[in-house]
C-alpha cells in the first residue's frame, strides 16, 4: 500500500523532473551527499512531533533497533554532528518511508522522494535563508507549473503570539501543530481543536485567533512591531525583525510578488526554530480536467538551529536553514497534464536503429552498430536475423528514433551507408 512502480514513461518524466532540480541546486553551490535509509530509532524519534508515529520501525536484527529514516533533514543533522561538519552547503536526492495512510490520487505515498537543499553554518541573519525561497521561487517558476504563492512566517513570532494570548509554554508544540491545519480547515475547526483537544482556555483561542488569520507582507510586519501586546514579547520582536531583513532581501531578489507573510502558517515538524516557509500552488482551472486539481504545498522549509546540537555528544550548534520541494506532488501534477495533452513522451534516447533491407546482413548491421556504440552513439537494432525493413523502419515510429542508418548488399559495395529521416524520409548518402 502506498508504493508505486514506475513504467518508462513515468521514470523520464521523474529523470527530466529532477534534473531540473538538481541543476537548480547546483546553480547555487551545492555539493552532493548520501546517507543510509537506515537509521538508529532513537536517532529519529521525538523529533517530528505528531509525525513520530509514522516512523516504520524495524525488528531488532543483530542488536540495534532501526528505523527508516522520515526525511533527509535529520539525518542531515546527524551527518553533520558525527563527521564535525560546522559549514555545508548539500543537497540529497532520495527516497524516505511514513507510515502514512496514503493518498495516492493527491501525490501522498508512503514511499517517496524527496529532495533538500540546506545550508548549515554561521552566516549573518536572513541571508541563506533569503537564498532558500529565491531556489523554491526558480524551481517552480522553471517548471510552469501555474501560480503559487511562497508563504512565511517564523516560528519565534508564532510563539510570541501565543506567549502574549496566555498559552502557558509547555502547549506551543500541540497549539502550533494545531494552527498548522488553518490552510485546509476553517477558523472554527481550529478553535474547537486548541480548546477541546489540546486543553488551551477559550480567551486564549479567541486571541490567537485575531493573529494567525492576518497575512500580507512589509506593511503587516511594520503594523505588527507597532503593536502594543506583541512588541513587547522579546522573541516576537527578534523575529519581526529578521522577517523585515528578509522581506528587505526578497525584494533585491525580485520575487515579493509571491511572497506573503501568513500568521497562521506553522509547519507540523517540532525542529524548527526561526524562518519557515511553504509554497502552494494556486488553484488552476483546467480545461483538460473536469475537476481542479488541487494539490496543496509542493515545498516547504525552514529554519533549524538546535537540531545538530542534539546530536552532538558536547551539544555544539550549527545553525542551518533549509527547503524540501515536494517532488512527488509536482510529478503527479505534470503526469496529469501529460495525459491531458496526450502528447507522447520517448522513453529511451536511442539516435539510429542500425536496419537492413535484404537478408543475410546480420554480420553487417552487428559490425555497423558495434562502431556506432564505440563512437558513443546510442544505436539500437531488432534482435532477428532477417527483419523486414517495414518493420524496422516502424520500431523507429513507435519509440521516436529519429534516424535508420541502412546497409544493403548495393551500399556494402560502394562502402556507404544510407542515412534516412524517418519522419521525413530524406535518405543520403554517407
Partial sequence: QGTRD?????????????????SCFKRHGAAAIDTP????????????????????????????????RYDLTVPFARYLAMNKVTKMKRYHIAKVYRRDNPATTRGRYREFYQCD???????????PDAECLKIVHEILSDLQ????????NDRRILNGVFAVCGVPESKFIPACSTVDKLDKVPWEEVRNEMVGEKGLSPEAADRIGEYVQLHGGLDLIEQLLQDPKLSQNKLAKEGLGDMKLLFEYLTLFGITGKISFDLSLARGLDYYTGVIFEAVLLQQDNEH????????????????????????????????????????????????RLEASGE???????????????????????????????????????????????KQLQYC??????????????????????????????????
Fill in 344 to 390: 507522447k513522451l520517448r522513453t529511451t534516447e536511442t539516435q539510429v536503429l542500425v536496419a537492413t533491407p535484404q537478408k543475410d546482413l546480420l554480420a553487417a548491421r552487428l559490425k555497423l552498430i558495434s562502431e556506432l556504440w564505440d563512437a558513443g552513439i546510442k544505436a539500437e537494432m531488432l534482435y532477428r536475423k532477417d527483419p523486414k525493413l517495414l
Fill in 145 to 152: 507549473l501555474g501560480d503559487f504563492v511562497i508563504k512565511v
Fill in 37 to 68: 535509509v537506515l537509521e538508529l530509532r532513537e536517532t529519529l524519534v521525538g523529533k517530528y512531533g505528531e509525525g513520530t508515529k509514522l516512523i516504520y520501525e524495524l525488528q531488532d536484527q543483530g542488536g540495534e533497533l532501526l528505523a527508516l
Fill in 6 to 22: 514506475h513504467p518508462p514513461a513515468q521514470a523520464a518524466l521523474r529523470e527530466r523532473l529532477l534534473s531540473a532540480v538538481v
Fill in 289 to 336: 480536467v473536469e475537476e481542479p486539481v488541487s494539490v496543496g504545498s509542493v515545498a516547504g522549509g525552514g529554519r533549524y538551529d538546535g537540531l545538530v546540537g542534539m546530536f552532538d555528544p558536547k551539544g555544539r550548534k550549527v545553525p542551518c536553514v533549509g527547503v524540501s520541494i515536494g517532488i512527488e506532488r509536482i510529478f503527479s501534477i505534470l503526469e496529469q
Fill in 397 to 430: 515510429e513507435d519509440t521516436g528514433i529519429p534516424l535508420a542508418a541502412i546497409v544493403g548488399e548495393q551500399e556494402l559495395a560502394d562502402g556507404v551507408v544510407k542515412l534516412r529521416d524517418v519522419a521525413t524520409r530524406k535518405e543520403v548518402k554517407v
Fill in 117 to 127: 537543499f540546506d545550508i548549515a553554518g554561521q552566516c549573518d541573519p536572513m541571508i
